[in-house]
């Protein structure tokens, strides 16, 4: 039996909860031929990395922090993955490089019935490649997006990037009247930032001093802690919260499809990112 070799590159790697969803995907759906691994590749190494994986017979890999910009360079990136700026996945059998974080956002927000995004306001929190992933499906789903960045030049640029009309929330108070004012379907509010994140779980992207408004819906694509201060700043303002890790086990099932063609379990795999998560000290 030949194995079916995949994985995850990043630097450091340790923590990855990848391997555990994808081997128990694979596990579930009897494919014994298939393994996941977590492979620690230095950023100096970066092109010497991707050669010897494919040359090893790798199939493709994910692709994780700090290599998903640098990765666009070694790698015919699609449509999307040039929209975003980066790529967080790699099939070596064609070297096409995509960002499947776009669909794991939006799968996930469409999982907890936010699917009617049409008009709806969007408040993106954050001008990095997430918060690009998040703004490039939620413009193409007709949203109404506000950015809020501590480098707002940089929100300017990621807005022209993506083609999206310039709207910058100079200041918190702003976002709030933004988000509070002619509303009609429930405003969104999505952390694209790793403020609050652990171990520094305390923290919050949207300041105590600020007002925050009642009945928002929060989006932090934070998954550790499982809730996080702004989640929780929602839910006691009548507001509703996820957190992230719907999106990482989706855009991980879209990379599965696009390696093995088969459709993967997603409760097998939220279940075993779950755990996953549980156990990270
Ligand atoms: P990134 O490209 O480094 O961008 C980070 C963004 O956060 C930048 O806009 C940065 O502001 C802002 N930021 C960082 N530290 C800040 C601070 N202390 N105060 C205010 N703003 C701060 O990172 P990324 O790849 O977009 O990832 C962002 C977060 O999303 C991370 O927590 C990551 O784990 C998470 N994420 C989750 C998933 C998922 O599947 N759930 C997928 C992708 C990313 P400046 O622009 O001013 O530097």
Redesign the pocket.
């Known amino acids: 039996m030949t194995q079916k070799r995949v994985g995850v590159i990043g630097y450091p790697i340790e923590h990855s909860i990848s391997p555990a969803m994808h081997n128990a995907a694979f596990k579930a759906l009897g494919m014994d031929d298939w393994l996941y691994d977590k492979i620690a590749i230095p950023p100096d190494v970066l092109k010497l990395g991707l050669r010897e994986l494919r040359d090893h017979g790798y199939i493709g890999v994910n692709v994780t922090?700090p290599h998903?910009?640098a990765a666009m360079a070694l790698v015919k990136p699609d449509e999307i993955a040039q929209a975003v700026g980066?790529v967080?996945t790699i099939d070596f059998r064609t070297s096409v490089g995509t960002n499947t974080?776009v669909q794991?956002?939006m799968e996930d927000l469409a999982a907890h019935g936010i699917d009617d995004l049409a008009d709806r306001k969007a408040l993106i929190?954050?001008?990095?490649?997430?918060?690009?992933?998040a703004v490039y499906g939620l413009a193409k789903a007709g949203a109404r997006i506000v950015v809020i960045?501590?480098?707002s030049e940089?929100?300017e640029k990621m807005l022209r990037d993506l083609g999206v009309m310039p709207a910058i929330a100079p200041d918190w108070e702003y976002a709030a009247q933004w988000l509070f004012a002619m509303r009609g379907k429930t405003p969104l509010i999505v952390?694209?930032?790793?403020?609050g994140?652990y171990p520094r779980g305390g923290?919050c992207?949207w300041p105590d001093e600020a007002w925050f408004p009642h009945d928002m819906i929060v989006y932090d694509?934070?998954?550790r802690p499982a809730k996080t201060r702004l989640m929780w700043k929602a839910e006691n303002t009548y507001g509703k919260a996820y957190?992230?890790?719907?999106?990482?086990?989706?855009?991980?099932a879209a990379a599965f499809k696009l390696w093995t063609g088969v459709e993967p379990p997603i409760d097998v795999m939220m279940q075993a990112a779950q755990e996953a998560v549980e156990q990270l000290v």
Do not use: E, H, S
């Open positions: 922090i998903k910009q980066a967080n974080d794991g956002f929190i954050g001008a990095g490649g997430a918060a690009r992933a960045n501590r480098d940089k929100a952390n694209c930032t790793p403020v994140m923290d992207p694509m934070i998954y957190n992230g890790l719907g999106m990482l086990v989706r855009q991980g």
